[in-house]
């Protein structure tokens, strides 16, 4: 149990996670090794699928408490929704406009299977670094996952949204070209326009997305519905 006297949770191998994850923050060796002493044992006393799957559920909870995306630095898309959430009961009390900017990268899986996942791994960054850099101080960049990305932009109208839209485009597509990527972005936007849910507006987003890649990808889509 823990200082509140709940019960901590466990991991499938009788690892209490908080422990798991303070070890990792603190980097302190002796703890470590005692949970990869555990983790040997569990793999002598139990079938082995067993144990792949206690630890990869272990991992997924792991993940969901994350707030960043470690690979780039952004908001994970749980910690997203949940920023989402809150603006939006903001700008539905105060009367404040909220726009999304949904990314998915066109071309990157050739990139993954014709240069590497290294090379893959680069593209993402770049995309990141310049969402995190090139997004007002308001704005919020998450990674919603693989090559897709999302940005929260409190008090913004469409129109504000859209002129970001074009500046990732105008601005960010030729340095990757420089780098020897050829990868493009579909781009979705929508705009707060009533009592919406966060899986709402992404999803009407997202629409977006989807039409500018079934209408010859690289390009900018305003969801309206």
């Known amino acids: 149990m823990n200082d509140t006297g709940t019960e901590q949770p466990k991991s499938g191998i009788g690892i209490p996670i908080e422990q798991i994850v303070a070890t990792a923050r603190k980097g302190e060796p002796d703890r470590a090794q005692f949970h990869f002493d555990r983790i040997k044992q569990a793999l002598r006393e139990k079938p082995l699928d067993q144990v792949a799957e206690a630890l990869g559920q272990e991992f997924a909870n792991l993940e969901e408490q994350r707030d960043e995306d470690p690979a780039t630095g952004l908001k994970t898309r749980i910690s997203g929704i949940k920023i989402l959430d809150q603006q939006i009961a903001l700008a539905t009390r105060m009367g404040h406009s909220l726009s999304v900017i949904m990314l998915d990268l066109d071309g990157f899986k050739q990139v993954n299977d014709t240069q590497g996942h290294e090379a893959g791994n680069q593209v993402i960054k770049m995309w990141a670094d310049f ?15 693989g090559d897709e990305f999302f940005v929260i932009m409190p008090g913004s109208t469409i129109d504000e949204a859209t002129g970001l839209a074009k500046r990732i485009s105008t601005e960010l597509q030729p340095k990757m070209l420089e780098s020897g990527f050829k990868v493009t972005a579909s781009i979705g936007l929508s705009t707060l326009t009533g009592d919406e849910t966060p899986d709402e507006l992404l999803a009407r987003a997202d629409r977006g997305v989807l039409d500018a890649k079934e209408n010859g990808k690289d390009r900018i889509v305003v969801s309206k519905t």
């Open 131 to 145: 969402l995190n850099h090139e997004t007002s101080r308001e704005a919020v960049a998450c990674r919603y996952g």
